[in-house]
């Protein structure tokens, strides 16, 4: 990776806007379109055309916004993902996060190539810690008992999972593990948590405080909902389309949150590091 770059980075939130910043620097220009005021050594632009001259361009993580929008929360006005896509050219560098297919396809129409950096690993294993204690954060702001001496259970047992369970057993926490495959329950059994098979959790649910679901596939549906106990906080932070029936949850009084994107809002620093750690990664694998 050159130590010089031409960079712009178009939409998102806080990380997006701390991110310019940590670029910046490091020695880059960086240029910023739909994320407020700049900091100190970012070009704030107006427009997108320059934008096509860039060594890289950063989009938003998730890209997409409805309505075919790019997610830009801090621009003053909605910008279109098409018009982003005609300002720039094939054969640039356009890192975008949590690219859906649709996106995609519209970027490939004008001969671009996305690079996903959410679909990395090394983003997925760090943000795994902002984001389980962005939970635990809102766990003790929510749950009416403390979490010394509560029972909670952690559904799946990937990164997210194996970076809360520990942190909440050493705040005192009784935690169970739910997970799909027999490997995973053996390390959880393993590291000294109860275990649950997640197609088995019917009838297991009622002595649990706190569940926190981590699958983005439904798992507590109005059948698993019911059996909770009257105070028991639900909290997904499971992708779209999650893992929880929100609606049955809420016909039955459940206090059911749904989490996004936490990194960005518990942790904006410390996600734009992850992030330019990343996208440093990639340009380096690429040559630029």
Request: with cysteine; net charge negative.
């Amino acid at each position: 990776m050159r130590h010089e770059l031409d960079i712009w980075i178009i939409g998102g939130d806080r990380r997006q806007a701390r991110l310019a910043g940590l670029l910046a620097e490091d020695g880059h220009t960086v240029h910023t379109l739909g994320l407020g005021p700049a900091v100190e050594g970012v070009k704030e632009e107006r427009e997108l055309s320059g934008a096509a001259l860039a060594d890289c361009v950063v989009l938003p993580l998730p890209v997409a916004a409805s309505s075919g929008k790019l997610n830009a929360p801090l621009a003053e006005q909605e910008i279109p993902l098409e018009g982003v896509f005609a300002a720039l050219r094939p054969g640039q560098v356009i890192c975008a996060g949590r690219v859906d297919p649709g996106t995609q396809a519209m970027a490939r129409d004008r001969g671009l190539v996305l690079h996903d950096y959410f679909a990395r690993e090394e983003l997925a294993v760090a943000n795994a810690v902002p984001t389980a204690e962005g939970a635990i954060q809102i766990a003790l702001e929510e749950m009416p008992v403390t979490l010394h001496g509560s029972r909670a259970l952690v559904i799946g047992y990937g990164r997210l999972g194996r970076a809360l369970a520990p942190r909440l057993a050493g705040l005192g926490a009784k935690v169970s593990v739910a997970a799909r495959k027999y490997a995973d329950l053996t390390w959880a059994e393993g590291f000294g948590f109860g275990t649950e098979h997640t197609g088995e959790l019917k009838g297991w649910l009622c002595g649990y405080d706190l569940v926190v679901n981590t699958v983005p596939v439904q798992v507590l549906g109005e059948e698993e909902l019911k059996e909770l106990k009257p105070e028991c906080v639900v909290i997904d932070l499971a992708s779209l389309p999650g893992g929880v029936d929100f609606a049955a949850a809420k016909a039955l009084g459940v206090k059911a949150i749904q989490a996004l994107s936490l990194p960005g809002k518990v942790a904006p620093a410390t996600a734009a590091a992850y992030l330019r750690n990343t996208i440093c990664h990639i340009l380096n694998e690429l040559g630029v």
